[in-house]
């Protein structure tokens, strides 16, 4: 005995004969995509990691004391529980400053505030902390901080996926008079502001 062929499950069913003769095909029907098991999986493990980008901290008292001149991204060496207590937003840079001492980076007067399950293992809230960059990045800003006496300072620390990034400035330290007509912005900014909230 001939079994009869399968049809496709994906395949169109044929033209339906309508009473007035004409041949109307029907309308598709949407079939949606499941996702993979493992590919939820996967993302579901790369969230847990961290993956991602998102500032941590922003130094704001930088853009108050400083004008910004130019800046640059670093790498930075922290234990694991300096990473756990970043990602929960414990870290203050406002008075953090960096050095370039025997041709490499550190950050000064950053705090992390300790990991709050760590064990004895836990780190120093303000030990000096390295900075990742290129022998080429160090050249560039040892050299313009020697001969313009600039400074560089941490501006923010953000992620980037798993990594932690800080971004970095050489900056000019503001005279008095440039620290007021700063302040004048803000507060002409803000008034600004205000009115638009209450016309809306």
Not at 119 to 132: D, E, F, M, P, V
Not at 155 to 168: A, H, I, Q, R, T
Not at 181 to 198: H, M, N
């Amino acid at each position: 005995m001939r079994l009869p062929a399968q049809r496709d499950p994906l395949a169109l069913p044929p033209p339906i004969n309508t009473p007035s003769g004409r041949l109307v095909s029907p309308t598709p029907i949407a079939i949606k995509e499941t996702a993979n098991p493992r590919e939820q999986q996967s993302r579901k493990s790369q969230k847990a990691k961290g993956g991602g980008t998102g500032t941590v901290v922003n130094n704001r008292r930088a853009f108050h004391d400083y004008h910004v001149m130019e800046t640059y991204t670093a790498g930075i060496v922290l234990t694991g529980t300096e990473i756990k207590s970043i990602r929960a937003g414990k870290m203050s840079i406002n008075e953090g400053f960096a050095k370039i001492e025997n041709n490499e980076v550190f950050l000064y007067g950053s705090q992390i505030a300790p990991y709050e399950q760590g064990n004895i293992h836990n780190h120093a809230q303000n030990r000096t902390r390295k900075l990742l960059l290129s022998k080429r990045e160090i050249k560039q800003m040892q050299a313009k901080v020697q001969e313009k006496g600039l400074t560089l300072i941490p501006l923010k620390v953000f992620f980037k996926g798993p990594w932690v990034k800080v971004e970095l400035g050489v900056c000019q330290g503001k005279k008095l008079h440039d620290k007021r007509d700063t302040l004048k912005a803000k507060d002409a900014k803000r008034q600004i502001d205000r009115a638009l909230k209450e016309r809306s």
